[in-house]
């Protein structure tokens, strides 16, 4: 069988010269990868830009940060339960000495220089401290241990001569059998029917999830209950009004996003009573709202979208999405629609912490 081929992304490892790097914290509340852990700035490429041109573009607009001789380091590779890829990222190293406070961040919560010994002590991206781990190991060099001052090779050295990166292979996250607990995002969905309609957004085409695709009334569970969010971003979305005592649990998604991505519990609850008509409340993230036939979807419609209602038609309560490998206590779930794949698709970006930003 012939293996995909795999896009790739970039990230930049930046290195001052108290050997100090330089990680990026991405929001923690949003629907995106490596969700509230440190990693690296970077992103994928636009069509047609080759990677040396996405690694500076992606740092001019995360923070205006121009960084002059970026060289590319290595690259990390997930892998799927059979050792094939399924993404890539290539880090590029370069040394940079300002203060990451004064730069205007245009995405997470902030950067900031980093002794690699507080790193054990960080929630960090896997990827970025084996990163971090192979760069040091490049500047102790063969000669660590064996003297002062000896083997040093500097921030932009390499392990190998024959002119190829290093690789860093991973097993994604969304392929382990490990039974370690992790943290699953909540996100609650409105399901609304009117004469046989039913309600969906067009999302916001700047939105870093999904954008001009069709997609539930939907946010993410706070601390509060999956029926007070219903309420609330019913309310806050498109000015309804509902009641909790009239909605039932119709149908959960659970699915990985992307390899390495955090697993994430989609909650649709049918409301059988509410006040209003749909109004744009947060027009930056939803431009339309329109009652559709639900055997004639929009296109494009988000995949999970369409996975839930189909599930809701066919009286299915549960379905996965993005799950590669089943535990052998798994319980059984309903089929996937056509067009949906329940097991396989889980390829994503590159790099899951160089993911678009966005919400559900």
């Known amino acids: 069988m012939t293996t995909p081929t795999v896009a790739t992304t970039t990230a930049a490892l930046l290195v001052n010269d108290d050997r100090h790097y330089l990680l990026h914290l991405r929001d923690a509340n949003k629907n995106i990868a490596c969700a509230g852990q440190w990693s ?4 994928h490429p636009e069509p047609g830009e080759s990677l040396d041109d996405t690694i500076s573009r992606e740092l001019l607009e995360e923070a205006d940060l121009r960084v002059p001789g970026l060289t590319p380091l290595v690259v990390i590779e997930d892998t799927d339960a059979d050792d094939r890829p399924t993404s890539r990222v290539q880090v ?19 950067l900031r220089w980093t002794d690699p010994e507080q790193i054990p002590y960080l929630t960090m991206d896997p990827g970025t401290t084996a990163v971090i781990r192979h760069h040091q190991q490049l500047e102790r060099g063969p000669g ?4 002062q001052g000896q083997g040093r090779q500097g921030p932009h050295a390499r392990a190998r001569g024959d002119g190829h990166l290093p690789v860093l292979r991973m097993r994604s996250a969304s392929t382990s059998t490990s ?9 609650v969905h409105l399901y609304l029917e009117r004469d046989g309609e039913i309600l969906l957004g067009l999302r916001h085409p700047d939105s870093a999830y999904a954008p001009l695709e069709h997609h539930f009334l939907a946010g993410h569970c706070e601390r509060e209950s999956a029926v007070d969010c219903l309420v609330r971003e019913a ?35 049918r409301a059988r009573r509410w006040q209003g008509e749909p109004e744009l409340r947060e027009p930056d993230k939803c431009v339309s709202w329109g009652w559709w036939p ?67």
């Open 235 to 269: 309310w806050e979305e498109a000015g309804l009004v509902i009641k909790g005592e009239d909605v039932d649990l119709v149908h959960v998604v659970h699915l990985v996003d992307a390899p390495g991505a955090p697993p994430r519990l989609q909650l649709v609850f």
């Open 144 to 147: 660590h241990g064996q003297g």
């Open 92 to 110: 590029y190293v370069g040394t940079w000495n300002g203060d990451p406070a004064q730069l205007p961040l245009t995405e997470g919560i902030m």
């Open 179 to 187: 039974t370690k607990t992790v943290p699953n995002v909540i996100g």
């Open 40 to 43: 690296l700035p970077g992103g």
């Open 294 to 360: 639900v055997d004639a979807l929009p296109e494009p419609t988000v995949r999970y979208t369409r996975a839930a209602l189909d599930g809701i038609r066919h009286g299915r309560l549960y379905t996965e999405l993005g799950w590669s490998t089943r535990l052998a206590h798994g319980a059984a779930v309903g089929t996937a629609p056509a067009g949906v794949d329940a097991a396989a698709d889980v390829r994503g970006p590159a790099d899951p912490c160089h993911a678009p930003e966005g919400e559900v």
